[in-house]
Protein backbone atom coordinates (compact mmCIF):
# COMPACT_ATOMS: atom_id res chain seq x y z
CA UNK A 1 0.00 0.00 0.00
CA UNK A 2 1.34 3.27 -0.96
CA UNK A 3 2.02 5.53 2.03
CA UNK A 4 2.30 9.35 1.92
CA UNK A 5 5.84 9.73 2.99
CA UNK A 6 6.43 7.08 -0.34
CA UNK A 7 5.02 9.98 -2.82
CA UNK A 8 6.80 12.59 -4.56
CA UNK A 9 4.12 15.58 -5.13
CA UNK A 10 4.93 18.70 -7.82
CA UNK A 11 2.85 21.26 -7.02
CA UNK A 12 1.15 23.70 -9.70
CA UNK A 13 0.65 27.52 -8.63
CA UNK A 14 -1.20 30.23 -9.41
CA UNK A 15 0.32 33.70 -9.52
CA UNK A 16 -0.21 34.44 -5.82
CA UNK A 17 1.92 31.10 -5.11
CA UNK A 18 -1.53 29.22 -4.13
CA UNK A 19 -0.92 25.49 -4.46
CA UNK A 20 -3.98 24.91 -6.94
CA UNK A 21 -3.09 21.23 -8.72
CA UNK A 22 -0.70 18.34 -8.07
CA UNK A 23 1.31 16.33 -10.42
CA UNK A 24 2.22 12.44 -9.21
CA UNK A 25 4.71 10.31 -11.15
CA UNK A 26 2.42 7.69 -13.33
CA UNK A 27 3.48 4.43 -11.22
CA UNK A 28 2.74 6.04 -7.89
CA UNK A 29 -0.78 7.02 -9.05
CA UNK A 30 -1.32 3.81 -10.36
CA UNK A 31 -0.23 2.64 -7.00
CA UNK A 32 -2.49 4.67 -5.15
CA UNK A 33 -5.38 3.42 -8.08
CA UNK A 34 -4.45 0.09 -6.66
CA UNK A 35 -4.97 0.58 -3.48
CA UNK A 36 -8.24 2.31 -3.72
CA UNK A 37 -9.26 -1.06 -5.27
CA UNK A 38 -8.25 -3.12 -2.53
CA UNK A 39 -9.74 -0.42 0.27
CA UNK A 40 -12.89 -0.97 -1.90
CA UNK A 41 -12.93 -4.37 -1.62
CA UNK A 42 -12.21 -4.57 1.53
CA UNK A 43 -15.10 -2.48 2.47
CA UNK A 44 -17.30 -4.79 -0.24
CA UNK A 45 -16.59 -7.70 2.03
CA UNK A 46 -16.55 -6.42 5.85
CA UNK A 47 -19.78 -8.10 6.07
CA UNK A 48 -19.27 -11.52 4.80
CA UNK A 49 -18.53 -14.58 6.98
CA UNK A 50 -15.55 -15.66 7.78
CA UNK A 51 -13.62 -19.28 8.75
CA UNK A 52 -10.97 -20.29 10.96
CA UNK A 53 -8.12 -21.57 9.04
CA UNK A 54 -8.69 -24.93 11.19
CA UNK A 55 -12.50 -25.58 9.72
CA UNK A 56 -11.44 -24.72 6.58
CA UNK A 57 -8.56 -27.76 6.17
CA UNK A 58 -11.18 -29.78 8.09
CA UNK A 59 -13.32 -28.92 5.36
CA UNK A 60 -11.18 -29.94 2.75
CA UNK A 61 -9.87 -33.28 4.36
CA UNK A 62 -13.93 -33.82 4.59
CA UNK A 63 -14.54 -33.81 0.93
CA UNK A 64 -10.84 -35.37 0.00
CA UNK A 65 -9.50 -32.34 -1.34
CA UNK A 66 -6.42 -31.99 1.47
Not at 28 to 46: G, H, P, S, V
Request: aromatic residues 4%; proline residues 3%; without cysteine.
Amino acid sequence: MTMPVNLHPQYITDDSGDKISVIIGMEEFENMLEDIEDLTTIADRKNEDTTSHEKFLEELSADGTL
